[in-house]
């Protein structure tokens, strides 16, 4: 069984800045991919900024320069660093993650239960 908690979200004004977390747990035995999704009220769900396990990132156009995205393996831990925050960005974020739970096994994709981002004055 594998678990993503994600935390980190909540009110901010616009210009603001918050910071995402989403711990993995459970039988891992190795992580591949990790990325942040978003989901705006009324809209699909679309990728805000993904890292490979090489560290490699990437970034949906209308994020770059302000989203951060970076992982500690250690701790089976994503972080999103969201600065210069805009109204637009509000939505639910979700966790993403490709894990393996044993050797020999191939990947399966993982969802946290999303947490709320608000950016309003």
């Known amino acids: 069984q594998v678990h993503l908690m994600e935390s980190g979200g909540g009110l901010v004004q616009p210009g603001g800045s918050l910071r995402l977390s989403c711990a993995a747990s459970?039988?891992?035995?190795?992580?591949?991919?990790m990325g942040w999704y978003r989901q705006p009220p009324g809209k699909q769900r679309e990728l805000v900024a993904g890292?490979?396990?090489?560290?490699?990132?990437n970034y949906a156009d209308s994020v770059k320069g302000r989203f951060t995205i970076s992982r500690d393996n250690a701790k089976n831990t994503v972080y999103l660093q969201m600065n210069s925050l805009k109204p637009e960005d509000a939505a639910v974020y979700y966790c993403?993650?490709?894990?393996?739970?044993?050797?020999?096994?191939?990947?399966?994709?993982?969802w946290g239960q999303g947490t709320q981002v608000t950016v309003s004055s």
């Open positions: 993403n993650a490709e894990i393996i739970v044993d050797y020999g096994f191939g990947g399966n994709h993982y």
């Open positions: 459970g039988s891992i035995f190795s992580i591949n991919y």
């Open positions: 890292i490979a396990s090489h560290d490699s990132t």
